[in-house]
C-alpha cells in the first residue's frame, strides 16, 4: 500500500473517532498549495540537464508550514504529499506552532558534482524564493540533502529577501544551526522509547536491539542507546547487515562505518541478510531507514515486542493489524521521530531571537517536548479507546481541526 493510501485511511479513522464533520474532513485533506517546477542546470562538461522540483505546502493552520527537501531519483507527487500532511499531523503530535510540508528534486544526488548541486539547489530556490518564508514555510534537510544545501537556499533566498537564517533549519551552525540539531531525530527515539518503557516498567538498559538503517538517524540512536546500557545486537544499513548476540560494540561500528561508509565487513559481528534485520530476535526494533518496510509478508516473523517508528511510515496498515494481534507495541513514527522537527523549531527561535542555546538547553528541552507529546497521545488513546497510532493520529488531527475551527475557515 502506497504511503499516501495509508496516510489517508489513518487521518480518516481518526477523523471518525473524532467525529469531524465531513466538510471540515475534507478541507483538511486538501493540500494548501502544489508547486512543481523545471529546473535547468549546466552540467560541468557544459551540456544542460533538467529536473522537475516540487513542494506540496499541505497546511498552515497552527503555523508556517514546515516539511524537508529530498534530493532522489524516486521523488514521487504521491510520496511527497504524504510526507507532507504527515509533518501537519507531527507538527501539532509534538504541539510546535507549524503546519505541515514536503518537497524535493527528482534527482540522483550521488550523479551530481558539487557544483551541479549548488546550481541545482540555487535554481530551485530561484523557483520557489516567493512561496517559502520565515512565517510561510520553512524548509529542512531531508533524504539527499543536508546543511550545505540549506546554506546555498539561505544565501540564494537572501539574495531576494535580506539575510533570513529563519527560512530553513537544519543549516551548519556557522550560519545559525543549532547544536543538537545532528543528534536530534535519533535523541529524540531515545527519548521516545525511555517513555514508552517506563509506561511498561523497563528501562533502556538490558533490552535487546534492532536496528534497520544506520544513517543519521539511525546511528545517533544505536549511540545514544547504547550509552544508556541498551545492547544491540543487529545493524544494517545500505551495504549490508551484522549481528552479535552478545552486543555490538557500537564507538568501533561507527569508527569503522567513517572509515569504509557503511557497516559492511565490520568484523564486531557475523554477516547476515539485511532482509533478516527485521526479524531477528530482540527486544525492540527500530526501523530507522524507507517506507513500508513491515507488511503482510515478513510482520508475523517479526520476534520484537516493541517497534520504535524511527523512518516515515515504514509500517504498512496490514502488518499494522498482524502485529497487533500478536501483542506487538508499535510508537508511531509521527511522535517517535518529531525530535529532528522539534529541535528545527527550536533553531527556528533562536534565529527569530537573534540569540544562541547551548547544548545543554537544546536537549533538556527536547526531552520535555518529547515526554510529554508521550502523555499527550497516552491520553488520547485513553479517551478514544485506540492503540498508540490513533491515539497519535486522533491527537495531531484533533490539534489542526481546532485550529482551523477557530480561525473561521470550517467549510
Given amino acids: 500500500m502506497n504511503a499516501l493510501v495509508?496516510?489517508?485511511?489513518?487521518?480518516k479513522l481518526a477523523a471518525r473517532l473524532l467525529g469531524l464533520d465531513s466538510k471540515l474532513e475534507k478541507s483538511l485533506l486538501i493540500?494548501?498549495?502544489?508547486?512543481?517546477?523545471?529546473?535547468?542546470?549546466?552540467?560541468?562538461?557544459g551540456t544542460l540537464a533538467s529536473f522537475v522540483g516540487f513542494r506540496v505546502q499541505h497546511d498552515n493552520a497552527r503555523g508556517p508550514m514546515k516539511g524537508g527537501i529530498r534530493y532522489h531519483p524516486e521523488v514521487d507527487p504521491d510520496e511527497v504529499n504524504a510526507l507532507a500532511q504527515l509533518m501537519t499531523w507531527k507538527t501539532a503530535v509534538a504541539n510546535i506552532p507549524y503546519g505541515g510540508a514536503k518537497g524535493g528534486i527528482g534527482c540522483n544526488p550521488g550523479e551530481l558534482s558539487i557544483s551541479e548541486l549548488e546550481r541545482l539547489t540555487r535554481v530551485f530556490t530561484q523557483k520557489i524564493h516567493d512561496l517559502i518564508g520565515v512565517h510561510t514555510d520553512v524548509p529542512a534537510p531531508d533524504m539527499g540533502t543536508g546543511p550545505q544545501t540549506m546554506a546555498w537556499i539561505l544565501d540564494e533566498?537572501?539574495?531576494?529577501?535580506?539575510?533570513?537564517?529563519?527560512?530553513?533549519?537544519?543549516?551548519?551552525?556557522?550560519?545559525?544551526?543549532?547544536?543538537?540539531?545532528?543528534?536530534?531525530?535519533?535523541?529524540?527515539?531515545?527519548?521516545?522509547?525511555?517513555?514508552?518503557?517506563?509506561?511498561?516498567?523497563?528501562?533502556?538498559?538490558?533490552?535487546?536491539?534492532?536496528?534497520?538503517?544506520?544513517?543519521?538517524?539511525?546511528?545517533?540512536?544505536a549511540q545514544l542507546i547504547h550509552e544508556k546500557g541498551g545492547k544491540i545486537v543487529a545493524v544494517s544499513d545500505i551495504t549490508g547487515a551484522i549481528k552479535n548476540s552478545k552486543g555490538i560494540d557500537i564507538p568501533s561500528l561507527l569508527k569503522h562505518v567513517r572509515a569504509s561508509k557503511g557497516v559492511k565487513g565490520f568484523h564486531g559481528g557475523d554477516s547476515i541478510d539485511p532482509n533478516s534485520i527485521l526479524v531477528e530476535d530482540c527486544d525492540i526494533l527500530i526501523p530507522a531507514?524507507?517506507?513500508?518496510?513491515?507488511?503482510?509478508?515478513?510482520?508475523?516473523?517479526?520476534?520484537?515486542?516493541?517497534?520504535?517508528?524511527?523512518?516515515?511510515?515504514?509500517?504498512?496498515?496490514e502488518a499494522d493489524e498482524i502485529l497487533?494481534?500478536?501483542?506487538?507495541?508499535?510508537?508511531?513514527?509521527?511522535?517517535?521521530?518529531?525530535?529532528?522537527?522539534?529541535?528545527?523549531?527550536?533553531?527556528?527561535?533562536?534565529?527569530?531571537?537573534?540569540?544562541?542555546?547551548?547544548?545543554?538547553k537544546v536537549n533538556n528541552e527536547?526531552?520535555?517536548?518529547?515526554?510529554?507529546?508521550?502523555?499527550?497521545?497516552?491520553?488520547?488513546?485513553?479517551?478514544?479507546?485506540?492503540?498508540?497510532?490513533m491515539g497519535a493520529f486522533t491527537l495531531g488531527v484533533n490539534r489542526v481541526a481546532r485550529a482551523t475551527l477557530l480561525r473561521g475557515w470550517g467549510a
Avoid at 178 to 200: I, K, M, P, Q, W
Avoid at 326 to 336: N, S
Avoid at 380 to 385: D, G, L, V
Fill in 157 to 221: 533566498y537572501s539574495k531576494f529577501h535580506g539575510y533570513s537564517p529563519a527560512v530553513v533549519t537544519g543549516k551548519p551552525t556557522d550560519l545559525g544551526g543549532s547544536l543538537g540539531r545532528d543528534a536530534a531525530t535519533g535523541r529524540g527515539v531515545l527519548f521516545a522509547t525511555e517513555a514508552l518503557l517506563n509506561e511498561h516498567g523497563k528501562t533502556i538498559s538490558g533490552q535487546k536491539f534492532a536496528i534497520q538503517g544506520f544513517g543519521n538517524v539511525g546511528s545517533w540512536a
Fill in 324 to 360: 497487533s494481534k500478536k501483542g506487538v507495541i508499535i510508537l508511531p513514527d509521527i511522535y517517535a521521530n518529531s525530535g529532528g522537527v522539534t529541535v528545527s523549531y527550536f533553531e527556528w527561535v533562536q534565529n527569530i531571537q537573534g540569540f544562541m542555546w547551548d547544548e545543554e
Fill in 6 to 11: 495509508a496516510t489517508n485511511r489513518n487521518f
Fill in 366 to 389: 527536547l526531552k520535555t517536548y518529547m515526554t510529554k507529546g508521550f502523555k499527550d497521545v497516552k491520553e488520547m488513546c485513553k479517551t478514544h479507546n485506540c492503540d498508540l497510532r
Fill in 31 to 45: 493540500p494548501f498549495r502544489e508547486i512543481k517546477v523545471e529546473c535547468t542546470i549546466p552540467k560541468d562538461d
Fill in 289 to 317: 531507514a524507507l517506507g513500508g518496510v513491515i507488511n503482510r509478508e515478513n510482520a508475523n516473523d517479526i520476534k520484537a515486542k516493541f517497534i520504535i517508528e524511527a523512518a516515515n511510515h515504514p509500517t504498512d496498515p
